[in-house]
């Protein structure tokens, strides 16, 4: 099992309310049934806001490629956001111990979530939303699912059964805008269901007459999580965002994170920001992270970015059974960003370098010292931001 990820979400896009229906007016023929232009003119209406977002990460023998469209309303009281998710996955496997043969593999996956957003009165907002996601999250679960398909699916064919990774997950949430100057206070409690690539191992059948057999770890698990944030502008140049997430998963001990964020405003052109964290899951894990962006307004159209992380853990979790999780991570990236913004409309490019240290692999995990190879990604980003 890898680091829980959550990360992802099927099913949204559509509406956001209509003004109700004259029942009377209607059967009086003062209104006409097939106003197709009055029904969207009141469904897309108020301050709206388009968002489409494309990234890859790119190297030799693997590729990510993952797009996403998010759409954002706001009305009086209340604002909705929809989001639809498009991963394109290829990699070329490879096995270091010999058992598996070499092939190429891709995978394809979506996602997509909605969250309505309620303003209860001048301070007090709360949020509702769900998300899913069908298909392989990341490349490790893909180059994972391959060794098995290979190593247990041929020889236990009756027995096997191939991984379909999906999740579905829930959250809510209340943000309060403190009136005496304490800032923003925002409380998430989010509950998901994810199923997963689970390791296989040879196993008896019962039975008077067992047979050999392959039989699977832990193939689904639940996640419950909570997140508490405290916004605060320090002065007029200065704000901080504090995060503290908590994280219980399913055979596992729960995971403690905090994260720091501070953005300062240099002077009227730079902006530097900067992030610290840490994560802790029982006496097993732990990591650290950090990072430092500079902004630069070149002119009221265009502006620059460069920013840098660092990242180091001391090696995945597993729950049970054959050990699939990466050995100790220590990674880095560097990364430029070019933005043009007009009247409604902001263009990004995005480029940079993204690097992963892996300590040597243990005695078990050596069928996946090729996964957990050293590697040189390049990165790259496009976005396009529309309000109307």
Do not use: C
């Amino acid at each position: 099992m890898k680091h829980a990820f959550l990360s992802p979400l099927l099913l949204a896009n559509l509406f956001a309310g209509t003004a109700p229906i004259d029942e009377e007016s209607l059967e009086a023929g003062e209104i006409t049934p097939a106003g197709s232009g009055d029904f969207l003119n009141s469904l897309f209406t108020g301050e709206q806001r388009l968002d489409l977002n494309h990234e890859f990460l790119h190297h030799d023998d693997i590729s990510v490629n993952r797009s996403s469209l998010i759409y954002r309303q706001s009305r009086e009281n209340w604002s909705l956001e929809a989001n639809l998710g498009f991963t394109d996955i290829g990699i070329d496997y490879t096995d270091a111990v010999g058992l598996t043969r070499a092939t190429r593999r891709t995978e394809e996956s979506w996602s997509g979530g909605l969250t309505l957003s309620l303003d209860l009165n001048d301070s007090l907002s709360t949020t509702f939303g769900f998300t899913a996601y069908e298909g392989y999250a990341d490349y490790q679960s893909v180059w994972i699912s391959e060794y098995y398909d290979q190593r247990f699916g041929i020889p236990f064919a009756s027995s096997y059964e191939t991984a379909s990774p999906r999740g579905i997950g829930f959250q809510t949430g209340l943000v309060w805008d403190d009136s005496y100057g304490m800032g923003r206070f925002s409380a998430t409690f989010a509950l998901s269901e994810d199923d997963i690539v689970p390791a296989w191992s040879p196993a008896l059948s019962g039975g008077p007459n067992p047979t050999l057999i392959a039989e699977p770890t832990i193939e689904s698990f639940t996640t419950y999580s909570g997140v508490l944030t405290w916004e605060k502008a320090i002065n007029p140049d200065l704000k901080s965002h504090l995060t503290l997430r908590y994280v219980d998963i399913t055979a596992r001990d729960p995971r403690i994170q905090i994260n720091s964020q501070w953005a300062w405003a240099i002077n009227g052109d730079f902006t530097l920001r900067a992030h610290l964290g840490a994560a802790r899951e029982g006496s097993d894990f732990d990591a650290l992270f950090g990072g430092l962006a500079l902004h630069y307004d070149i002119s009221p159209q265009w502006s620059a970015s460069l920013s840098g992380r660092l990242y180091r853990d001391t090696g995945e979790i597993v729950s049970a059974g054959f050990n699939t999780a990466a050995p100790e991570l220590n990674s880095s990236e560097i990364s430029a960003s070019l933005a043009w913004s007009g009247p409604s409309t902001t263009i990004r490019l995005g480029v940079g370098l993204y690097e992963t240290d892996y300590d040597e692999p243990d005695e078990d995990n050596q069928f996946f010292a090729d996964l957990y190879a050293d590697r040189d990604f390049l990165l790259g980003r496009i976005s396009l931001s529309h309000t109307f």
